[in-house]
């Protein structure tokens, strides 16, 4: 019986996992992105929204993102909307969770990011 290969994940891959299994729970729990840097005051985002942001400027993402919204805009069956949306979503998270993780890898940024629920209100 031969052996079974000896696989082994980098700590950049295994940050990369975590971070993808956070944001898709946060994305399902509708919580908010709580990023600290060393020198300054915690800043909460709702992840959906830092998300979107993270995905602006990058020329795919809008493409994607510009395809839901034709879509909607000519009546399109909400399956295609669905189905285009899930596409840029998985993708743009994809991209803000390398975008996470450069910056948590950056050493001059000090940056943690942590993700909770946001505070009920009375």
Same mark, same amino acid.
């Given at each position: ?13 295994e940050l990369r ?34 998300v979107y942001e993270?995905?602006?400027g990058d020329p795919? &993402?809008?493409?994607? !993102?510009?395809?839901? @919204?034709? =879509?909607?805009? #000519? ?5 295609? *909307?669905?189905? &285009?949306?899930?596409? !840029?979503?998985?993708? @743009?998270? =994809?991209?803000? #969770? ?5 910056? *948590? ?18």
């Amino acid at each position: 019986m031969g052996a079974l290969p000896n696989f082994r994940i980098s700590p950049a891959q295994e940050l990369r996992m975590d971070l993808a299994g956070d944001v898709r729970a946060a994305l399902r729990g509708c919580m908010l992105e709580v990023i600290t840097y060393a020198v300054a005051d915690p800043n909460r985002t709702p992840v959906a929204r830092a998300v979107y942001e993270d995905s602006i400027g990058d020329p795919h &993402l809008v493409e994607a !993102f510009d395809a839901v @919204a034709k =879509a909607y805009a #000519v009546g399109d069956t909400f399956g295609r *909307i669905g189905e &285009l949306f899930s596409k !840029f979503m998985d993708d @743009a998270s =994809a991209h803000y #969770v390398e975008t996470l993780a450069e910056a *948590i890898e950056d050493p001059e940024r000090q940056l943690d990011v942590s993700f909770e629920l946001p505070a009920r209100r009375k």
